[in-house]
Structures are given as structure tokens and as C-alpha cells.
């Protein structure tokens, strides 16, 4: 078997360990001789995955009481539009923070249900950054405010968390949830689409305040309302059972290695090698992110001309590196190093672009 560097953007690389223990459980899952993607969302055995996954979502964030992890379909973009639907009623006015092509689509869809308010954005900057305290001007009496943690397609990560007071604080962390701690108290609302670096496709886990639950307007589809999950926890209608059977997993290997302080010094130690290999090239890698804003997940940069870019991608697939073309709207070249890559990948990587280097620069 050979096994590639994956740095695919999404869906993404998974653990190993995680792949080898869905393959080994496929055929009879426990013992029931049938496979789990055949049973019954009722049955005690996904009953079980499905509490042991809420139970790892909430510990892993170091939430208790008052929070739950709910795991819904649609994707994180079906959160753009059910956020507003839930939290939006006429009258009302969110904030939304910018800093890049995620966040965009967050409040466009928005626009389409209620008021939105840009308080922030690094567009005019080309989203490189994440804007200042002072540069973000809040609605008084917002009804929530909207941000995207790491913007998977420009590779902006906010340093650290923004204080931003008692509005309740709603963010997009498809792409960094679980990649380093932080105080997830002081968050309403976080969702992340599972497939970057919590899983695979078809799962997109929400963690939410119950208060907020509490606050969804009732008059929507039942399908619709984060109520309707919670009451049910989240087996209301049949859910993407494999997928967070295998979200499950995942978390187990998190929490295994030692949760998320691990995770980060992992995550540090692989950034490093990516971005040590682009500073140290005498400006020929040109990372696109300013280096306060620079994403531990996603990393981004171009070269000196489009065809060495291409020459890049093409002869790094060669030398076993796959997913590096940048995202179609942006260009250049994105190395997403999540979670489950491991650090000999991003060695090789840093490797192959001292090579690279040498040979064209
Ligand atoms: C990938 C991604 C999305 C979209 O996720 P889907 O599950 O494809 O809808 C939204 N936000 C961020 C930050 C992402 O990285």
C-alpha cells in the first residue's frame, strides 16, 4: 500500500488509527454480526456513539451544564442560512465579522433573511489579517455577533479569540475546531462542518448555550430549529450515522493524545516547518496571510510567477504530496496541515520547497 502526504483542504486527511479501527469494526460492529452502517439509528449501539460523541464534543471543550453537541446535515454552509432563520427576527440586526471568503458567504446568506451588519472587514486589505479591537464597530443591542475563526481559503487565523462583551458570540471553526485550546464559555455557538479536522463529510457538529436554544424564533419547520434537535438529541429525524460514528472516533484520538493542548503543540511544531521553509526563502515563497494573522491550518502562499506555481503542485504530486493547488477563487498554493496530518508531512513538504527552491529559485 503506499500512502500519500495528504494536504487536501476538505474533506481532509484522518488518523490512521481512526481509518484501521472503522475498517477492522466494518463487517461486525461489536460483535452483532452486521455492520453499524445497517443498523437501526435506535438501536442501543448508535444510541451509545451518539451520546459518547456529545460527552467528547463537550469535554474536549472543556463545557459542561448549560451546552449541547448537536450533529446536524447541510453542512456548515446550511449554518449560515439556519442561524439567521433561528436568531434573525424581523427587527433585528447581527454583526458579522469578515476576514475572508467563508465569512462573505456567512453574511450574504444572511442578507437574505434579516438585517446584517458588516462591523469588520479585511476585504479592502485582501484578507491577510484580522482587524484590530478599534476597527470593529458593534451594533448596540445586536442579536448576535458572527465571526469565522480561520478562514480555510486566504489561511487567516484570529491569534486569540476577540473580546467582544455579552452579545452572544456565534462562530464558523470548520476548519481550526479542536486544533488548539481555547475558552469555549465564552461562546453561544460554535459549528464547524466535521470534514476538516474533526472527520469525515455528511457531519456538521454544533455546540450551543441552551439559552440560545431557548431564544430561536418557534414559528420555523420543525427541520429547521435547533430546538428540535436538542429535544431530540439529534436523532429526530435518522442522522449521518457513519459519519459521526467515525466523528466519534476521532474525538477518541484526540482526547488519547491528550486533547487539545496536545493538539496544539502538534499543530505549532508542523506550522513551523511550512512557514520556516517560506521565510527562509529569500522571497521566494511569499506567504499571503501577515504573519500575526497566520493560520496554523492552513497555509498559503505564491510564487514568483503562475507556471512555477503549477510546476510546484505538479512536482510535488509526483514526489508523493497531494492537495497543495491553492482554492480555484485565490491561486497560488495551500498546504492544509490539520489535525490528523502527521509531522513527517510537513518535513517532506518543507523539504521539497528547499529543493524546489534551489532548482528554480
Ligand atoms: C469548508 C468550510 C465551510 C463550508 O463547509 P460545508 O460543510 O462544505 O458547507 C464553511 N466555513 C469554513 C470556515 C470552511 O472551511
Known sequence: MSKVHNFNAGPAVLPQAVLAQAQAELLDYQGRGMSILEMSHRSKEYEAVNAQAEARMKALLGLGEGYRALFLQGGASFQFAMIPLNFLPPGAVADYIVTGAWGEKAVEEARRIGEANVAASTAEGGFRSTPAAAEIQLSPGAAYIHLTTNETIQGVQWAEMPDLGDTPLIADMSSDIMSRPFDAGRFAMIYAGAQKNIGPAGVTVVVIREDLIARGRNDLPAIMRYSTFAKNSSLYNTPPAFSVYLLNLVLGWITDLGGLPAMEARNRRKAELVYGAIDGSGGFYRGHAAPEARSQMNVTFRLPEEALEKQFVA?????????????????GIRASIY????????AALASFMGEFLRANG
Open 315 to 331: 512536482e510535488a504530486q509526483a514526489a508523493g504530496m497531494v492537495g497543495l493547488g491553492g482554492h480555484r477563487s485565490v491561486g
Open 339 to 346: 489535525n490528523a496530518l502527521e509531522e513527517e508531512s510537513c
